[in-house]
């Protein structure tokens, strides 16, 4: 629950799905209609496996998320509607709601740092409104949420604007130089030109989405 819902690498009992009569809402163009599907399915399952394997391979040729939100009132609305769900339904269990609150912070970075707001009064309104809604006090005393997502929120409650430019002006400097060094590739990035470049999963190809 603490990370954006991807529903299509789940696999979902129809019977489990009837009985509880779990269906999608209907929102104009679909935004991010899988957020309440995956909270009621979570919360209402008796059993769920998991498995680590990957049967899935995704390539996101935007790494910028914010950019990739065309209408920035969507996560809040979503969110609305699982709090709303979560209230009808007596669920207030103190590990569900750090985690989705971990979640929800994170959607509130991601509409600050877009680049261009259409409304920036509106979305610091809608981002006021979340943050008011949450417990502060479970926020910064659970272990589901981590410090630096703490100091986040901090910055957030005590000016949201400010905040918006410390966000814009990080990604301004990682488009500058941007290192990626793990076990899955080593890339270096200056003044947004690739310099070195070697991926390590022979599996994936450069040319094809698997």
């Not at 998991?50 to 209408?71: F, G, H, Q, V």
Request: proline share 2%; with cysteine.
């Amino acid at each position: 629950l603490q990370y954006h819902p991807s529903i299509w690498s789940c696999i979902y009992k129809k019977e489990f799905i009837d009985k509880h009569n779990i269906r999608f809402i209907e929102a104009p163009g679909s935004g991010w209609t899988d957020n309440l599907f995956q909270v009621q399915t979570m919360c209402l399952a008796e059993r769920i496996n998991y498995t680590p394997n990957a049967y899935y391979y995704w390539r996101r040729l935007n790494k910028d998320e914010s950019d990739d939100l065309k209408d920035y009132t969507i996560p809040f609305k979503r969110t609305d509607e699982i709090h709303k769900w979560l209230k009808a339904n007596n669920i207030n269990n103190e590990e569900i709601l750090s985690n989705l609150y971990s979640r929800e912070l994170s959607y509130a970075t991601i509409v600050l740092g877009k680049k261009e707001l259409a409304n920036i009064d509106g979305a610091v309104n809608l981002v006021n409104k979340m943050i008011k809604n949450m417990n502060k006090d479970l926020i910064f005393s659970s272990k589901n949420i981590k410090k630096s997502t703490k100091k986040e929120f901090k910055m957030i409650v005590e000016n949201p604007l400010k905040y918006r430019k410390r966000i814009l002006f990080q990604k301004f400097t990682k488009k500058l130089i941007s290192i990626r060094w793990n076990r899955r590739e080593k890339r270096i990035i200056l003044f947004g030109k690739t310099i070195l470049r070697r991926e390590n999963d022979k599996n994936i190809s450069n040319n094809s989405n698997i």
